[in-house]
């Protein structure tokens, strides 16, 4: 069975909490996590909602293989209507508490309302209740998990908090669980503040014993195991060097975007790599990189846990961040770093620390930090507005302004806005780096073009993880790909959104995709979860990942987007790469939209038609 | 041959493969609330150790024990406990130096790692090899031959 078969509903409003059976007939066509979750949310929620009213929902959710014995089978998702984009948002965190959710016996939980007054979700196996977060509003996330634990008498209890950004309406802040795991984008702990929700705290110790075959489950997952030890990424390179093997690669591809994508290659790329997280430093002989660690049943373990130097000046007089603590993954280095010009490692180490304290996102922070600096040197803003003086390359400056933003204090409040908004409140929109108000990450799509197409077509906004083309255009997986070239690429970016899709509504992380296909997925779900006659097929996952695809869409088309907001910053099409293999090249993304359209089976408006939604059973 | 339980904590990444391989052999459900093998999270200092009882030869849960629930199996050298015995005293669990035996409250009986009769699942899930069951007597033969390895990097002289 894999699923639990219950969900919890929240009233906010109301401080009810009450069980219901899991819509299993649903189960049989979305699976879990994003797509189930996403299911219930666009039944349930008017798609023209202010995501930060109380009639927003927010949905936690899990996925069938979340708190089992396969890889990486630890994973949430968190569904609702962003606060920064204002489409449908999911947003995906590792860590323990996904797992611990399931084993209290939980495939997911909807919340719905606003409370009076701050309060805190509490789940000890069967018993959920409301309680008053009076004394945790205000706090870190870090705090408020220590103090919970503490309140609970109780270390194994796992939590998830919004800190004071999400407090304060940073619209982009994150969830964050286990100190340093996060929901991370789209404002999906915005969400969760406009809600007064501070924090939900689970022990589960009823265990997933569902399963529909234990024995081929064993043997499913066995079997996928060794497939991710015996590839060169999952095995290798990821455990080693993290997320950040990428750095150094594709800055000399030239689609590392630089200065607010002003460039594509950062001269400080090298001092900010996995490679420079392991040399020892200078000033007192230790390595930024501690270790690296596993999120919950992950046998990839590619997360970072890092350690700065105490004598650093960013923390002389501040020993809470003295500690090891989750370090540098590839996209927060980038926003932190080469998207600001920033190469001082233990800064951006920092910063990133400063982001899970208080929860927001260091994409789109970073990536709007490179457009304030870049407005600061065009004179639009000036030292006595932000408060500091803020070139490119200032690592004061960054760090100053993270402050700032996480406290809720000064030009910190600006910086809430994110970069779309704010630009556009100084008169100059066209320096977001941004689709459908998301910033992009860390690949330029000048140098890696499917990527531009990823970006454009996101259902939540620019990002890189609903079609991550960058394993075939960089990395050959499943088959190399010409990153410099438009042709293909509207297949590719659709293939994989649709495995994404399925992945992610698994339990199940994306990371596995660099040695797992459908092909390693489907046996896994299969011995796992009841599916009918048919069984759980490769065929049938990726049915299930276009019909998660399009329902996304057909949401966000009601909410208002068109056509026109499948499209990249002018910047990418007007200014050409200056350097490396991309020279001379723009986006090709005019190029991309309408073939990728017509390979959907959608109009030249960007709508599904008729015959794609009877096919998809929409 | 006897074999024990080893634990190299700094191959440990925090993963809990472990933890629910225990559950699931001894109470067929992923359930870590149910391990008898724990992995801590030493989180400021970057250390994941994993710990379980490491089977005293000199049992002090054993020899607290009032009803001899507590035996040791003659093949693995296990102390293991009789549940149709164990009377749910928690006596043991004030003996046990390391806290590795613990009470369960559904069963009201205590619990211990039983090596699982010679084949640890642990060990089995472990994906780093950070577990391992290996010759009692020679626990720190890798570790040797690690240090070993590095006793003769220096160039041969030539005859």
Redesign the interface.
């Known amino acids: 069975m894999g699923w639990a078969r219950k969900i919890l509903r929240v009233d906010l409003s109301k401080g009810t909490c009450k069980s219901e059976p899991l819509n299993m007939e649903w189960a049989q066509q979305y699976l879990g996590q994003r797509g189930l979750a996403t299911k219930y949310f666009v039944e349930e929620v008017d798609p023209k909602v202010d995501p930060l009213s109380p009639a927003n929902k927010m949905i936690m959710a899990t996925g069938p293989l979340t708190g089992t014995m396969a890889s990486t089978g630890g994973r949430y998702s968190v569904i609702t209507k962003g606060a920064l984009t204002g489409a449908i948002a999911c947003s995906n965190s590792g860590g323990y508490i996904g797992a611990e959710l399931k084993m209290a016996g939980w495939d997911m939980i909807i919340f719905e309302g606003k409370s009076p007054k701050p309060v805190y979700l509490w789940i000890q196996d069967d018993v959920a209740e409301l309680r008053d977060a009076a004394h945790l509003w205000g706090k870190t996330t870090w705090d408020t998990e220590e103090i919970i634990k503490s309140t609970h008498h109780d270390p194994q209890v796992r939590v998830c908090s919004i800190g004071r950004a999400g407090e304060n309406g940073v619209l982009y802040a994150c969830i964050v669980n286990d100190l340093h795991r996060a929901a991370g984008r789209s404002g999906v702990g915005t969400v969760m503040g406009s809600k007064n929700l501070k924090a939900v705290a689970v022990r589960g110790t009823v265990g997933v014993s569902g399963i529909r075959d234990f024995k081929a489950f064993m043997t499913a997952t066995t079997a996928a195991k060794k497939v991710l030890a015996d590839n060169a990424v999952t095995g290798q390179g990821l455990p080693t060097y993290g997320t950040q093997v990428l750095m150094n690669v594709i800055n000399e591809m030239g689609a590392l975007p630089t200065r607010n994508a002003k460039e594509v290659q950062f001269e400080g790329a090298r001092k900010i790599s996995a490679e420079a997280m392991h040399e020892k430093r200078l000033s007192d002989g230790k390595a930024n990189l501690v270790t690296n660690a596993a999120c919950f049943g992950c046998t990839i373990a590619c997360g970072r846990i890092s350690q700065v130097d105490k004598n650093h000046w960013s923390v002389v007089n501040s020993p809470k961040y003295w500690g090891a603590t989750g370090g540098l993954e590839y996209e927060a280095a980038w926003s932190l770093g080469a998207a600001d010009g920033v190469d001082d490692l233990d800064a951006l180490t920092v910063a990133n620390m400063i982001c899970n304290e208080d929860g927001f996102d260091p994409i789109t922070f970073g990536a709007t930090v490179g457009a304030v600096m870049e407005l600061y040197t065009m004179g639009v803003l000036t030292k006595e507005q932000i408060g500091i003086e803020a070139p490119f390359g200032s690592a004061q400056a960054l760090l100053e302004i993270a402050h700032m933003t996480a406290e809720g204090r000064g030009f910190g409040k600006e910086m809430g806005l994110g970069s779309a908004r704010l630009t556009a409140k100084y008169g100059h929109p066209e320096l977001s780096m941004s689709v459908k108000g998301q910033e992009f990450p860390a690949y330029d799509p000048r140098g890696i073009q499917g990527m531009g197409l990823t970006y454009a077509t996101s259902n939540r906004g620019a990002c890189h993880l609903r079609s991550y083309t960058v394993a075939s255009e960089v990395l050959g997986i499943p088959v190399k790909t010409d990153p410099l070239v438009t042709e293909g690429k509207a297949g590719l970016v659709m293939a994989f959104q649709d495995a994404t899709a399925a992945f992610d509504s698994s339990g199940t992380c994306i990371f596995t995709t660099f040695a797992w296909s459908l092909v390693d997925l489907a046996p896994q779900i299969d011995a796992a979860c009841e599916g009918g006659e048919a069984g759980w097929s490769v065929e049938r996952l990726a049915e299930l990942g276009a019909r998660i695809w399009n329902m996304e869409r057909l949401f966000n088309n009601a909410a208002g987007f068109t056509a026109k907001d499948d499209d990249l910053p002018a910047r990418l099409k007007t200014e050409p790469a200056q350097t490396g293999p991309a020279k001379g090249l723009v986006s090709g993304i005019d190029k991309m939209v309408p073939e990728y359209y017509k390979l959907r089976g959608w109009d030249t408006a960007g709508v599904p038609d008729k015959e794609t939604l009877a096919r998809l059973g929409l | 041959m006897q074999k024990s339980l080893h634990i190299d904590p700094s191959k440990c990444?925090?993963?809990?493969?472990c933890e629910?391989?225990c559950?699931?052999e001894n109470?067929?459900?992923?359930?870590?609330?149910?391990s008898r093998i724990k992995v801590f999270n030493f989180?400021?200092?970057?250390?994941?150790v994993p710990y379980t009882c490491t089977q005293c030869a000199e049992a002090w849960c054993l020899n607290a024990c009032p009803v001899d629930a507590i035996r040791i199996d003659a093949a693995t050298g296990a102390k293991i406990v009789h549940e149709d015995v164990c009377v749910g005293c928690k006596v043991c669990t004030i003996a046990c130096p390391f806290g590795t035996i613990n009470y369960v409250a559904d069963s009201g009986k205590v619990q211990k790692c039983d090596l699982c009769g010679g084949d640890p699942a642990c060990v089995t899930?472990c994906?780093?090899a950070a577990i391992t069951y290996v010759d009692a007597d020679w626990t720190g033969l890798e570790k040797m031959r690690q240090w070993a390895g590095k006793t003769n990097t220096q160039p041969r002289a030539s005859a």
Not at chain 2, 13 to 17: A, F, M, R, V, Y
Not at chain 2, 27 to 34: C, D, Q
Not at chain 2, 43 to 48: I, N, Q
Request: glycine share 12%.
């Open positions: 990444t925090g993963c809990l493969q629910m391989a559950s699931y109470y067929g459900v992923f359930n870590i609330s149910k989180e400021h200092e970057g250390r994941k899930a994906p780093t």
